[in-house]
């Protein structure tokens, strides 16, 4: 995605641009994205989803990058068919970083 807002902004930069599987430009189709990833997760999984997303949009809670690690998890099973990585790849997780990028 961040290549698709540099390909926006510096179209002279930018021969070709191919997306796979990237996430939604418009608010129309962002606006249901939650649900259709809750919907692929089991009933323990959209509990613990929701208990942690919840930590992760408290602006009262200062550590969140381990709330957010957890739920990247569940959003990259609810969001990948067959991924090539592994969540138990060593990851550093900012959480105030990426509030920063998607807001």
Same mark, same amino acid.
């Given at each position: 995605?961040?290549?698709?807002? !540099?390909? +926006? *902004?510096?179209? +002279?930069?930018? =021969? =070709?641009?191919? !997306?796979?599987?990237?996430?939604?430009?418009?608010?129309?189709?962002? %606006?249901?994205?939650?649900?259709?990833?809750?919907?692929?997760?089991?009933? %323990?999984?959209?509990?613990?989803?929701?208990? !942690?997303? =919840?930590?992760?949009?408290?602006?009262?809670?200062?550590? =969140?990058?381990?709330?957010?690690? *957890?739920?990247?998890?569940?959003? %990259?099973?609810?969001?990948?068919?067959?991924?090539?990585?592994?969540?138990?790849?060593?990851?550093?997780? *900012?959480?105030?970083?990426?509030?920063?990028?998607?807001?």
């Amino acid at each position: 995605m961040l290549a698709f807002m !540099l390909a +926006a *902004q510096e179209p +002279a930069l930018i =021969k =070709k641009l191919i !997306l796979i599987s990237s996430g939604p430009f418009e608010e129309l189709y962002a %606006a249901g994205i939650m649900e259709t990833r809750l919907d692929r997760l089991s009933d %323990a999984e959209k509990i613990s989803a929701a208990s !942690l997303l =919840k930590i992760v949009n408290n602006h009262e809670v200062h550590d =969140k990058n381990r709330a957010f690690r *957890q739920s990247g998890h569940l959003m %990259a099973k609810a969001d990948s068919y067959d991924p090539v990585f592994s969540n138990d790849e060593p990851r550093e997780y *900012q959480c105030d970083i990426h509030t920063k990028v998607w807001g």
